[in-house]
Structure formats: C-alpha cells, structure tokens
C-alpha cells in the first residue's frame, strides 16, 4: 500500500477549527454530513451548540474521535474530555502561532518599534557570531591545506629518480660467412649454365667425326 496523500479527510470524528462566525477560534467535531459544502457540528466542551456550518468557514485538525454518526452530546463530551483535545490543541504549534498573532493585534506602534529595535540588536549578534565561525572554519581549512602541500613537497624532495638506461636497438646481422657462401652460389649459377650449353655442342662434334 503506497502512502497516503492526504491525511486529514472529512469524516465524522474529526475535530475542526472554527474560522469564522460568531465562534471563531474554538474547536468543535463533525457529527455527520449534510452535503457537500456543509456539515453538522457539535463542541458541548467548547460551547459550540450542535448546528450546520459551512467546510469554508473551519479548518481540520489532526485530531480523530472515534465516535457514531450523530452521536449524543452527553457522550461527545465524555469521548472528548478522555482524549484531552483541549490539552493536545494548546500544546500545539497551531496554537502558539495563533497566541502570537493575538499578542501583535493588542501592540502599539511604540510596541511594534521596540520590537524591531530588539530583532535587528538579535539579528546583529547572530551574524558577528556567524561569521566568526565562518572565518574560523576557513583558517582550519586553509592551515590543512597547506600542510597537505608540504607533506607532498618532501616526499617529491626524498623520492630519487633513478636515470632511465636506454635499450640499444636490435640489429639483426647477417653473419659473414653466409654472406660469402650467397656470393659464391650467385656466381656458380652462370657457370652451370655455360657448362649445360656446352654439353650438347659436344655431342654434335662427336657425330661429325663419326
């Protein structure tokens, strides 16, 4: 099975962010489903009254109460207080962000102003300590790098090249003796030939004679 996409679906159980309306910023849990732009939602620990509400004007939560469709208010309150909704929901990120936003609303300018003041003296001693670690890390990287080097230099400096003899080229000589023996066959050879042209004059001479 692949992993799922979506994690926070519509479906009875799951708890909601009230957006808008006259309960904005409470939690309530969807009991069934009218059609499909609203729901019906019931928060009896919130003091929301069970009613219809519209999926634009509320957010889902990652909460899933494990509950029947329409059930009754006394047992949602039950469900609810025993999974500690209420105790999950303001120890989340989500919460803390919306108290943040709350706490900028109530500010005044002059609050506004020591705010930033104090962001850009933060802001300054982060980036004094940053680059201070930087230049540290650049000085360490430098002193290896340089002592790679000399340790390359003297092993260059200890190594000895011992000089390269040369191969003398192969030269295949003839020996002397075969030499005079090819000479000696290269001038038999007309000398054979004369002797063989000579024969049959011979013969004819004897003939004559006869």
């Not at 059609?35 to 509320?58: H, T, W, Y």
């Not at 999974?83 to 002059?110: P, Q, V």
Request: proline share 3%; net charge positive; glycine share 6%.
């Amino acid at each position: 099975m692949g992993r799922e996409t979506y994690r926070k679906l519509v479906q009875i159980g799951r708890v909601v962010y009230l957006n808008e309306g006259r309960y904005k910023g409470k939690l309530a849990t969807i009991v069934d489903i009218i059609d499909a732009n609203k729901a019906l939602i019931d928060g009896p620990c919130s003091k929301v009254p069970r009613q219809g509400f519209k999926f634009s004007e509320m957010h889902l939560t990652k909460y899933l109460l494990k509950i029947n469709r329409s059930q009754r208010s006394k047992i949602l309150r039950g469900v609810w207080a025993q999974a500690g909704i209420d105790e999950k929901f303001k120890n989340s990120l989500w919460s803390k962000n919306l108290h943040k936003g709350e706490l900028r609303e109530a500010m005044t300018d002059y609050d506004l102003y020591k705010l930033g003041r104090s962001r850009q003296s933060r802001n300054k001693i982060l980036n004094r300590a940053h680059f201070s670690l930087k230049k540290k890390r650049h000085q360490m990287h430098l002193a290896k790098k340089n002592k790679r080097r000399v340790r390359l230099q003297r092993k260059k400096e200890e190594k000895v090249e011992k000089p390269k003899a040369e191969k003398p080229k192969a030269v295949k000589a003839k020996p002397e003796k075969a030499k005079a023996e090819k000479g000696k066959a290269e001038k038999a050879k007309p000398e054979k030939a004369k002797a063989e042209k000579a024969k049959p004059e011979k013969g004819k001479a004897e003939k004559a004679k006869k």
